[in-house]
Structure formats: structure tokens, C-alpha cells
């Protein structure tokens, strides 16, 4: 199972084959594209991210795993497989999403109710924003989550 966790990225660097997915991100040496390196989601320990869902304290717990991307249109992008869960003691989600660069969808599932709905996930230099129903012509609602 992939795991969903935001992420620090290194673009332009792969990972050797059968690394494991990951929490902790390897660290970059700045935010310089040319150099080859670029920070993406914040470097945050343990893949553990802090948000607020509707005024009621939210925790996501993220992993990721970095993939060769051949078909990347976007020279030197790096694709993600994501997996998680996001629990705000109200109520508890799960889900999966595809990173390529900075932004990805993927599927998020209410487990309280059963519900599965479309998410989009946009990296940040200090976490991610996640948003729920990005272009089902619902009302669509995005999240900020930060390292913690």
C-alpha cells in the first residue's frame, strides 16, 4: 500500500530501486531549480502534518514514495505515489494520491461514512493544501496543512 505524506522532494534525483516508502523526506540544499534541487512540502519528520478541517484540529499522517517518471511531460518532474490518513477526532479519512511536480489527485474515502470523494493535493514549502471535490461541480474546499 502507498502511503499519502507531504514531503520534502528532491527533483531531478531518483531514488535507488527498492527503497521503501518514506516519512522523512531527504533533506535538499536549497530552492534552486538550476542546481537541480528543489525543497517541496517541507522536510518534516515522521511525515506527521497539521491542519485545521472546518475549525476542528486535523492530523495527517503522510508517506510517499518517489517513482521514475519517463512520462513526465515537465522536464526533471518528479512523481510521488502518496498515501495516508487525516484525523481530526471527528472524523477519520484515508487516501491515495499521484504527485507529479507539485500538484497530483487522488482519491480520499470518509471512513466514518463510507464516502469516497476527489481530492487535489498542491505541495507547499511548508507542507501541502488539500482540496476536496477539486472539479465535480461541488462545493470545493481547501485545507492547509503544515509540518509539526
Given amino acids: ?3 499519502f505524506g507531504v514531503f520534502a522532494t528532491i527533483v ?3 531514488l535507488p530501486a527498492g527503497c521503501p516508502p518514506q516519512s522523512n523526506p531527504p533533506a535538499t ?3 534552486n531549480p538550476a542546481a537541480g534541487t528543489t525543497t517541496v512540502g517541507g522536510n518534516c519528520p515522521g ?6 478541517i472546518g475549525g476542528v484540529q486535523a492530523t495527517a499522517n503522510v508517506q510517499y514514495e518517489q517513482l521514475p517518471c519517463s512520462s513526465c511531460v515537465e522536464p526533471g518532474a518528479t512523481y510521488l505515489a502518496t498515501a495516508g490518513t487525516v484525523d481530526s477526532g471527528v472524523a ?3 487516501f491515495t494520491a499521484d504527485i507529479i511536480g ?3 489527485y487522488g482519491d ?3 471512513l466514518n461514512a463510507n464516502e469516497r470523494f476527489r481530492i487535489r493535493i498542491d505541495l507547499t514549502s511548508t507542507g501541502f493544501l488539500l482540496t476536496s471535490n477539486p472539479f465535480e461541480g461541488l462545493v470545493e474546499t481547501t485545507y492547509t ?4
Fill in 1 to 3: 500500500m502507498r502511503n
Fill in 12 to 14: 531531478g534525483t531518483t
Fill in 29 to 31: 540544499t536549497g530552492d
Fill in 47 to 52: 511525515g506527521v502534518y497539521a491542519g485545521d
Fill in 92 to 94: 477519520q479519512y484515508s
Fill in 102 to 104: 507539485t500538484s497530483g
Fill in 108 to 110: 480520499m474515502v470518509n
Fill in 145 to 148: 496543512f503544515n509540518c509539526r
